[in-house]
């Protein structure tokens, strides 16, 4: 009975390895489940730290609380992990597109630590995106492990940062949007199912630990006509907002490099901005999920002046969080401030049109988390279902659609990319699969190289030439300096047409006096995608290849695309 146990299990794993579909539905499990536990462990953590630091918000100096959990982070991520500060989001999409997914194992962890530091001491982040990072390196790793290979490894950091998300909102069809969305960019069979489920795993181990709870319940809202024309209006101020806050934050972080001071220290000096902050304005603090609560329940009882601070004082302790080295995510601010932007708004609209029946103002402070989301992160889908699972709003979903979709394409209009993205994007790192971008970042220069081209010297006589012309397969001709072989120029085909029919020119004429010195030459290093838009500009069909000098051989885009296409063959296959 032993040795038929060991003998069925690796005929059970050979079947999984030969079929992508069942190795990844069944790996993805795992990676959802550790993600989920993960998550559970940084949300249970967050709450007893909140919980221990609360009585000491009374006293004067516990404006340095934020300062001291800060500057922890700093120091555990960048002096002793050295890891680098950031808000971890970006880093995946960044290991997605550059390197296969491929991610380092402390990252597994190193955010969740860092992240409860900042937030739990009341430094205005979220945990989201730490966690995000932390799932999508369990993947990672787990894939690493199996030995799988780069399209297998994204799939699971896929299935890692939807797990996360998933099991930290109890939310698996908004884990599953987001991860596709916004870290892999592809909507595919192949990627759908196992993060579908990864995502399913990621949620049932977070309602077994901590039960199956809506994380922001509310009252049924009913939206009339007025209401729901009314949410364009709320949809501008969300867009607004979601600048203001983008903005922010890099302003927040040209600003802090600036400073003359080591990483830690500059955490520390924004971590206390952020206690002096919410020294009068409490509600800045923390991930702000409580303040959430009592507005979508109607109960915030602060006037509309103190509402629309709100807004701008958790804008300003977000960006000294983050901007100036703290840890954590952007989308727990963006609730908290989507919130107060609802709440603002369906205020101003009670006191500018008062004999209007309104619906609850705790439905425009939901409509202002979708808002603020989906205009921050460029994600439209990720904001509507985020928003419907975590507060159950399934009849606002017209509304949520309405909202997220105007905010995602004002805020476009201005940022072309998302908040996320947007380094990613002008730094042409942010090479999404299947695209030109990234296809052709799997080619290089040499690869392509066409080095069967014949060297000529510019004091060889045309007589000389046409004999070494009749032995060439091509039309091209690179010149050499004679010695140093140092690449003088080209000659084309064409070039030399008016000359072929006058043998009186043969013994006259030097390959010096026809060749091309003007001509556009690649470096072996250049971008591919390049390269090619320099060809199409100039109409050009090759182009030499020189290094230091000295001519390596031709590049054409007859090379070029032929192994574009099986390239992208090979990133197709079993789709």
Request: net charge neutral; hydrophobic share 50%.
């Amino acid at each position: 009975m032993k040795r038929q146990r060991i003998w069925r299990f690796p005929a059970a794993w050979s079947l999984f390895r030969r079929d992508d579909r069942l190795l990844l539905i069944l790996i993805g499990v795992i990676v959802g489940v550790c993600s989920g536990l993960a998550a559970v462990v940084l949300n249970r953590s967050l709450v007893a730290m909140l919980e221990w630091f609360h009585g000491y918000r009374l006293y004067w100096w516990s404006f340095l609380l934020p300062g001291a959990g800060a500057a922890l982070s700093s120091l555990f991520l960048n002096n002793l992990l050295r890891e680098g500060a950031g808000h971890g989001v970006p880093e995946v999409i960044y290991s997605v597109s550059r390197y296969g997914g491929l991610m380092r194992m402390r990252s597994s962890f190193s955010r969740l630590i860092s992240s409860c530091l900042t937030i739990g001491t009341g430094g205005s982040a979220g945990p989201e995106a730490p966690v995000v990072m932390s799932g999508a390196a369990i993947g990672s790793n787990i894939a690493k492990f199996f030995s799988l290979n780069d399209r297998q490894r994204v799939t699971l950091v896929g299935c890692g940062a939807a797990g996360a998300i998933s099991s930290i909102f109890n939310a698996p069809i908004a884990g599953l949007v987001f991860s596709i969305e916004v870290i892999l960019g592809e909507w595919t069979a192949l990627n759908i199912i196992p993060i579908a489920i990864a995502s399913v795993a990621g949620t049932e181990v977070s309602r077994l630990l901590q039960g199956n709870r809506i994380p922001f319940a509310h009252r049924e809202f009913h939206i009339q006509l007025p209401d729901t024309l009314a949410t364009v209006g709320l949809a501008v101020l969300c867009a607004a907002a979601s600048l203001l806050l983008t903005w922010s934050l890099r302003r927040m972080g040209r600003i802090s490099r600036k400073v003359p001071a080591p990483q830690w220290v500059r955490a520390a000096i924004g971590g206390c901005a952020v206690g002096l902050i919410g020294g009068y304005i409490p509600v800045v603090l923390g991930e702000g999920y409580h303040s959430i609560q009592a507005m979508i329940d109607g109960a915030f009882q602060q006037g509309l002046l103190l509402v629309a601070a709100a807004v701008f004082a958790k804008t300003l302790a977000t960006a000294f969080t983050l901007g100036w080295g703290g840890s954590g995510g952007i989308f727990a601010p963006c609730l908290v401030i989507g919130s107060f932007v609802g709440l603002t708004y369906h205020r101003l609209l009670e006191a500018v049109w008062p004999a209007m029946n309104w619906v609850n103002e705790g439905c425009f402070a939901l409509l202002g988390m979708a808002g603020l989301i989906s205009g921050m992160l460029q994600a439209p889908l990720t904001g509507i279902f985020l928003i419907v699972e975590i507060t159950g709003g399934y009849e606002v979903v017209l509304s949520l659609i309405i909202v997220s979709a105007v905010s995602t394409t004002l805020c476009h209009y201005v940022e072309s990319a998302s908040f996320y993205m947007k380094d990613l994007v002008d730094s042409g790192h942010l090479l999404r699969p299947r695209t030109d971008a990234r296809v052709l970042s799997d080619l290089s220069v040499r690869e392509l190289l066409e080095t069967d081209c014949i060297c000529v010297h510019p004091n060889m006589l045309l007589r000389d030439f046409i004999d070494v012309l009749q032995q060439a397969r091509r039309n091209y001709f690179p010149v050499e300096e004679e010695g140093s072989n140092k690449f003088l120029g080209i000659i084309h085909l064409d070039d030399i047409r008016p000359y072929l029919f006058n043998p009186g020119m043969y013994d006259v004429v030097l390959v010096g006096q026809i060749m091309d010195t003007e001509v556009e030459t690649v470096d072996p290093q250049e971008d591919l995608q390049e390269i090619l838009s320099r060809m199409d500009a100039m109409r050009l069909f090759s182009m030499p290849v020189v290094s230091h000098g000295v001519f390596l051989g031709m590049i054409s885009k007859a090379t070029l695309l032929d192994r574009y296409r099986k390239e992208l063959m090979v990133q197709t296959q079993h789709l």
